[in-house]
């Protein structure tokens, strides 16, 4: 059988060999590393020429709106790496949400809102840092 398109695309850029979590994350060994993980893997497909609206790109886009948390961030625990699962963590943390809406925005995820969320809560924790001084 001849290979598709996204199995040249893995090939040629050597990723081939990386799968995801029935989830759709990808664990990242360096960072907290579910958010970190799924952001760099997502990149690189996307930059190898994988499709945004492939069905890897799409469960991992899932795989992060799902972890959003109310306040529109993304915070994971560090038990997430030394569990190799996602663990939630206390409250949301800017480089977990830039993480998260890196890989959204290159994938150009078609809820806005969810993309907004995040962007809101960046500026906000700027604002914070402004304010204290």
Not at 57 to 78: N, P, T
Not at 111 to 126: A, N, S, T
């Amino acid at each position: 059988t001849a290979p598709t398109k996204s199995q040249m695309h893995f090939s040629r850029c050597g990723l081939d060999q990386i799968s995801s979590k029935p989830d759709g994350s990808w664990y990242g060994s360096w960072a907290v590393c579910f958010c970190y993980g799924t952001w760099f893997r997502v990149q690189g497909l996307i930059a190898c020429g994988e499709p945004t609206d492939s069905p890897v790109i799409k469960r991992a886009c899932e795989f992060l709106v799902s972890k959003q948390r109310e306040d529109g961030g993304w915070g994971e625990s560090y038990l997430s790496s030394e569990l190799q699962k996602y663990v939630q963590g206390k409250r949301s943390q800017v480089i977990n949400t830039a993480w998260a809406l890196l890989a959204l925005m290159a994938a150009k995820w078609p809820d806005r809102r969810v993309v907004e969320r995040g962007i809101d809560l960046l500026l906000e924790k700027q604002r914070e840092k402004w304010r204290l001084g």
